[in-house]
């Protein structure tokens, strides 16, 4: 299996979304998610130009990174961080998308290794309401920010959000709209953000009409997951 056209097509189909929203290329990073897949290949995709990727399991994250140093990939956590996999997070990974409580930043922080660079951090929001799902409540998002940008260990990049499947593009649209306000506001209350971390395969086009900087893409470049 080679991942050579479908990581051309998405990236082609970054590059629409950029002119369609008159945005320049640059402005929107590539994250290549690659849970379920092997080392193998997140290192043929690595091959093809790919440096930042993403998993959702720790331990599996972990191992990818070991098996890969000398490829001198970026590594984003994006998946739930218990208090009991922070030390994991904050000795491997390079980025993590997916917090949502001060106590797990703080124990990042206190954890990250001072011979390393800050861990780079965004705050997941529940964009959409869902009752059941992670991410803080945008009202409290800034209150979050504030103490997270405080931490030593961390240094605080932005807003991550995982939207429930959209009907269509207009509610894509909207939803990720509310999620660029937000971080507009944040960044107008002073804080230093650059990442607004949105869209994945099925809605990168709408994410970045709306103002995504990274958007995750795991099936459409990898293919479909067992
Ligand atoms: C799996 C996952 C993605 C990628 O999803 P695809 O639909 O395969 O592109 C992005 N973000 C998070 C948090 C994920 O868990």
Redesign the pocket.
Known sequence: MTFDSAFESVNARIAAACQSGARVRDSVQLLA?S?TFSAAAVAQVAALGQRDF?E?YIQEGVDKIAALTALGLTWHC??PVQGNKTRLVAEHFDWV??VDRLKIAQRLSDQRPGHLAPLNLCIQVNIDGGASKAGVAPHEALALAREVAALPGLRLRGLMT?PEPAPDFAAALAVHRAAKALFDDLRASGLDLDTLSMG???DLEAAIQAGSTMV?????IFGG?L
């Open positions: 998610v849970k993403g959702n994006i998946g998308h997916s995982i994945m395969s099925a995750r893409v795991g099936s459409a997951r």
